[in-house]
């Protein structure tokens, strides 16, 4: 094996803030878009979670977690100022944190909001303003700067705009409104109107053993 192979679902917030880092950081690998409903032998063969994203390594090390993609796609990168730029060692406790709040709680309340119908459809408007609770305390972080931890950009905004975005999504579908303040919005719209959005979800074909190979960022 000749290149690294990312295991991915085009539309998993988990896989969007994967695919983000590797795109930024400029690393090419393999892309295999699976169907999460039939997943590949290949891929249950070395995935213990199951889950995408999942990067497999030249040498066959796999990593399963998208937060230690993130990490490894900054630690193969070639521009040193980008690595100090997005893993400032003076906030990186404040940054793990609040990846871990958007990880289990926030996510939490957004699934059990998005999918009202898998789980109880009569707690839908309960997990909306449940979430909503995050998004404004981000919103007041962001009134401070432009970013979520300091005054620079950290791996704390790649990690939780896919599920801010999913928010809104959900929002969207389900006639919400006033569900963003300014702040918060002009954020999500710096990642949403960025020059290589469209590249990070560009649409691939599902992923078969006997297809050709599809590589990321297409070119």
Sequence with gaps: MTTDILYSFRRCPYAIRARWALLICEIKVEIREIDLKNKPLEFINISSTKTVPILLKKNNEVIEE?????????????????????????????????????????????????YSARFNK???????????????????????????IGDK???????????????????????????????IKN?????????HFKKLMYKYDLWEPSTRKDYFPFN
């Excluded at 521009?79 to 289990?104: G, Q, R, V």
């Excluded at 919103?139 to 979520?148: D, F, G």
């Excluded at 905004?157 to 963003?180: G, H, L, M, N």
């Design 66 to 114: 998208s937060l230690d993609i993130i990490i490894w796609a900054l630690s193969e990168s070639e521009n040193e100022k980008l690595k100090n730029l997005y893993i400032p060692n003076s906030n990186k406790l404040e940054i793990l944190e609040i990846i871990s709040e958007n990880d289990n709680s926030f996510k939490y309340h957004l699934d059990r909001f998005k």
């Design 122 to 148: 009569n707690e839908e408007d309960y997990h909306f303003q449940e979430a909503n609770k995050f998004i404004k305390e981000w919103n007041k972080k962001l009134l401070i700067s432009k970013w979520l």
């Design 153 to 183: 950009p950290s791996i704390a905004d790649w990690s939780i705009w896919p599920f801010v975005r999913q928010f809104k999504i959900a929002c969207e579908s389900q006639k919400k409104t006033s569900y963003f303040d300014e702040a």
């Design 187 to 195: 954020w999500l719209n710096h990642f949403e109107k960025h020059p």
